[in-house]
């Protein structure tokens, strides 16, 4: 899979109007496919591998610590207090990275 930088500047799935390309919902549509390719798995690996490819961006430096703050924003709205300090505790540790 290509890192998020890659798959923005790529155009993502496409079909967005007049060409351009908004960062938050192609990161949602990255998100969306990661969640259609782990239809019926579990939670955890869904997270794993959105970690997995979050880690390989801030290695390569391809993901920078505002981009996750607004993948974190984007979907904290979706989750329950219990996962919501997950995901704070995950955001903590890419940006170390």
């Known amino acids: 899979m290509e890192d998020f ?4 500047k ?3 799935d496409g079909g967005f109007d007049n060409g351009k390309i908004d960062e938050n ?8 496919s990661l969640a259609t390719r782990f239809d019926g ?7 794993s591998a959105i970690y997995r490819e979050a880690e390989k961006g801030k290695r390569n430096g391809t993901l920078s610590n505002a981009e996750i703050d ?4 984007m979907i904290a709205p979706f989750l329950d207090d219990k996962k ?8 903590d540790q890419l940006k170390k990275i």
């Open 25 to 32: 919902t192609d990161l949602f549509k990255l998100v969306n």
């Open 10 to 12: 790529n155009g993502g």
């Open 5 to 8: 930088n890659e798959y923005i």
């Open 41 to 47: 798995k579990s939670s955890g690996e869904l997270l």
């Open 84 to 91: 919501k300090k997950i995901l704070d505790k995950v955001i």
């Open 70 to 73: 607004n993948f974190g924003q």
